[in-house]
């Protein structure tokens, strides 16, 4: 039977929906309208369309946003100093650095990353927001999971109580949906490149979840009958041509719910960051009363 498709679109739009009607209530509470600056060095193409989605979505939910665009031989230094002028800023409630970094910058991108005020961090990555997710008092958590556990949510899938399975072990995907799920109380498995027989254990997952980076990596001979598969890998394997981390066609034969590549995961975390705009946004209106 052919899986249920979780097309990102359809929750994507309700997770802005919610963040413009937080925005609004924020702006007519306070007066303040909530604010996000991307920084973006370099002129990475890809990055560089990223960025300009970003500002369309804030366009459209009354979230105030601002470009700082730095050259490609941006020192460290002069980054570092954008950062704290955006921290000091009363306009700007979240903070974003466009990744990947220009070569020149990349070797300091934790130092760059953790410069970010933990209250304006919205891509969740700052050390505090990492420790505050592991001990379940998160506020501004990394977007791309975010964003999957919440599609699970609307979705209505359960959580509580499922056997869930990552694959990867990043700090912007598998560890924190690791901790995301384990809140919602699944039991979960994080696997990774010296994991041994990933197959066995990957059969086992009702929720699956890819962040590899590898075209075709789940095929479907390691995916239980019904089980969730989540897609985050994005690969372009051709000019116009990106594809996920599963092997979408036969996976979806065996899978009872499925995100596709282009159409799924991506649309989420876009949404979360205007979600994590406007709570970022909250939480410093309510810290200055
Ligand atoms: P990383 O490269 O940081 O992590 C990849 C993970 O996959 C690592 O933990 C690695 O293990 C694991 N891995 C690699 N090979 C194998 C293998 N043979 N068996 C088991 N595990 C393996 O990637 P990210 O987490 O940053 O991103 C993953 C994918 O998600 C990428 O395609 C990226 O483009 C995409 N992505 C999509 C987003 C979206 O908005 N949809 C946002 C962020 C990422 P080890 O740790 O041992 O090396």
Do not use: W
């Amino acid at each position: 039977m052919a899986a249920r498709i979780l097309y990102g679109k359809d929750f994507a739009a309700k997770i802005k929906e919610d963040a413009r009607l937080e925005a609004e209530k924020i702006l007519k509470a306070t007066g303040v309208m909530p604010g996000l600056a991307v920084v973006i060095a370099g002129h990475d193409p890809a990055s560089e369309v990223y960025v300009r989605n970003k500002h369309k979505a804030c366009g459209e939910l009354g979230i105030f946003s601002l470009a700082v665009e730095l050259p490609e031989t941006a020192t460290k230094e002069e980054l570092l100093a954008r950062i704290d002028d955006l921290n000091r800023d009363d306009r700007i409630h979240g903070i974003l650095v466009q990744l990947p970094l220009p070569k020149g910058l990349a070797a300091a991108e934790s130092e760059i990353l953790n410069r970010i005020d933990p209250v304006k961090d919205v891509d969740g990555f700052h050390p505090v927001n990492v420790g505050r997710l592991s001990v379940g008092e998160a506020s501004l958590v990394p977007c791309t999971p975010a964003g999957c556990v919440r599609m699970l949510e609307l979705a209505e899938i359960p959580i509580d109580g499922a056997r869930a399975v990552i694959i990867g072990r990043s700090n912007i995907v598998g560890k924190p949906m690791m901790n995301l799920l384990l809140q919602r109380n699944a039991t979960v498995t994080v696997c990774h490149s010296h994991t041994k027989d990933l197959a066995a254990i990957t059969r086992e997952a009702d929720i699956l979840v890819a962040a590899v980076g590898k075209p075709g990596f789940v095929t479907a001979d390691m995916v239980k009958p019904g089980a969730t598969v989540i897609d985050v890998g994005i690969n372009r394997i051709a000019p116009k041509k990106l594809v996920g981390d599963v092997d979408f066609e036969a996976v979806s034969e065996v899978a009872g719910a499925i995100t596709p590549v282009p159409g799924g995961v991506g649309l989420l975390t876009i949404a979360m960051l205007m979600q994590n705009t406007v709570t970022a946004a909250r939480l410093q209106a309510g810290a200055k009363k």
